[in-house]
Every structure is written in structure tokens, then in C-alpha cells.
């Protein structure tokens, strides 16, 4: 079946790099219009920006940190005026994700992992609600992690905020269900990409063989997902959370 978001504007996130930047293509090789967000690394975002455009996709360059209230409706206001409101939010930015046991971990990171996985969706979601009410139709799709299911330890901050995200996915679906709005999430296993570059051969080869289906998940697995639950086909999807990991959710 193929899927497609031909007419709607798909905002997905830190989409410069890594998985957001494959979440983005797959929506915009559906029909979107998806602009480029990125916060500081401007030369990445431009690298990628010739990508999307080279495969057609109608796209444009918006910096904002998503965890900023001004920056935020600064950010919605430019995209609507250039290709009209968003219709789909793909929430995927995040900063650095250290793995420290609790002695060595700081609230400030506590907080800094909230910002990332529940500020940024409460205040993107907030001010596109009115469009997304008027119209009947919106897709949220939140991009967590498998950590959440798996407890994986010492890594207190991230599991902690990605537990909250499923959360927040699973109170909103049922509060914008009536609207025609669908929240849901998408879970990663460890998908190796240009975050993971330094990451321990030992702890890769660890992972590995505990992946029931015997290989790495590669950027596209998660896209495909994310394009699925961004669909009108989806439209009775909601409050979900699919984790995309070759089975190695841990129940």
C-alpha cells in the first residue's frame, strides 16, 4: 500500500541529520511539504535541504530550538506563511544523551531531557490546535524509545522524559480523538547513525545479539512508521505506541 500526504505540511523536528532527516524524506517522497528545522548546525541543515530537493520534495530552511515558546511561534508563523499550517508534527529533536548512573547525573540534565520530549510537543501541539480543530484532521506522532519498555540503566534522564512522552502521547489521544487529531508514538531500538559514530564496538555487538531478528533497524524501519501513523489510512490509530526494534521489547 502506498500512502499519501499530497496537499499537507509535515513538521518534523531536528530533521537535518540522523533519523529525522529519513523520517522527513519518507514524508515528503508521500506528497508533503516538510521544511528543514534545525538550531544551530546551519551547514548540516543545507546539506540537507539539497537532499530533499533533489528528490523532489518542496522544502525550506527554519531555525528554531523547539524548546523556546518565541522560537516556537516564530518558527509556525514563518512555515505557515510559506507553504500554509502544519498538519503533521513528528516532535524528533533532542540534545545529548549521556548515559550516567545517578551520582553522576544532574537535575539540569533531568530537565534538559524534558524540554526535549515534553515541552517541545506541549508547545508545538498547544499552538496548532486551533488550525487542527477547525479543519478536523491532525497528526501528532512522537518519536520515544525502546528504553522506556526496557528500563535500560544507567540512563535515569532519558528513560525518565521518555516515559513521559508515552505518557503525555497517551492523555492526548484520548482528549483530541473527538477532533479528528491522532497521537501516537514510535519507539527506536538502537538504530546506529551519526550519533552513535563513537559508541563502544563491545556494547554494539551486545546489542546485536540480543535482536530476535538477527539485524541492525536502519533509519528507513522508523520512516515507514512514521509515514503509516501520519496517514489518512491510520485515522483510527491513536494513542499507540509501535516500537520499531525487531523484537526486543522486553514482555
Known amino acids: 500500500m502506498t500512502y499519501s500526504l499530497t496537499g499537507r505540511t509535515a513538521l518534523v523536528t531536528g530533521n537535518s541529520a540522523g533519523l529525522g532527516k529519513s523520517i522527513g524524506m519518507a514524508l515528503g517522497k ?8 534545525f538550531a544551530n548546525n546551519r551547514d548540516r541543515a543545507e546539506q540537507a535541504l539539497a537532499e530533499y530537493q533533489a528528490e523532489g520534495i518542496e522544502s525550506f530552511l527554519v531555525q528554531a530550538d523547539v524548546t523556546n515558546s518565541t522560537e516556537v511561534d516564530a518558527m509556525l508563523e514563518e512555515i505557515s506563511a510559506k507553504t500554509g499550517p502544519v498538519d503533521i508534527l513528528v516532535p524528533n529533536a533532542t540534545g545529548p544523551q549521556p548515559q550516567l548512573t545517578l551520582e553522576e547525573t544532574s537535575w539540569e540534565l533531568y530537565e534538559e531531557m524534558i524540554r526535549f520530549f515534553i515541552k517541545s510537543p506541549f508547545l508545538i501541539t498547544k499552538a496548532l490546535l486551533p ?15 525502546e528504553v522506556f519498555h526496557d528500563s535500560v ?3 535515569s534522564a532519558y528513560v525518565t522524559a521518555k516515559g513521559g512522552q508515552i505518557g503525555w502521547t497517551r492523555t492526548m489521544a484520548k482528549e483530541l480523538a473527538p477532533y479528528g487529531i491522532t497521537v ?6 538502537w538504530i546506529p547513525n551519526e550519533r552513535h559514530v563513537n559508541d563502544p564496538q563491545d556494547a554494539k555487538d ?19 512508521a512514521v509515514l503509516y501513523l501520519a496517514s489518512q489510512q491510520a485515522g483510527f490509530v491513536t494513542g499507540q505506541t509501535l516500537c520499531i526494534n525487531g523484537g526486543n521489547t522486553p514482555w
Request: glycine share 10%; hydrophobic share 45%.
Open 30 to 37: 508521500a506528497g508533503a511539504r516538510v521544511p528543514i528545522n
Open 206 to 224: 551486545a546489542y546485536l545479539a540480543a535482536v530476535p531478528a538477527g539485524r541492525w533497524g536502519v533509519p528507513e524501519d522508523v520512516a515507514q
Open 131 to 145: 488550525h487542527w480543530k477547525q479543519q478536523k484532521w491532525g497528526r501528532i506522532v512522537n518519536i520515544t524509545s
Open 153 to 155: 540503566a544507567p540512563f
Open 184 to 189: 501516537n508514538s514510535v519507539a527506536p531500538g
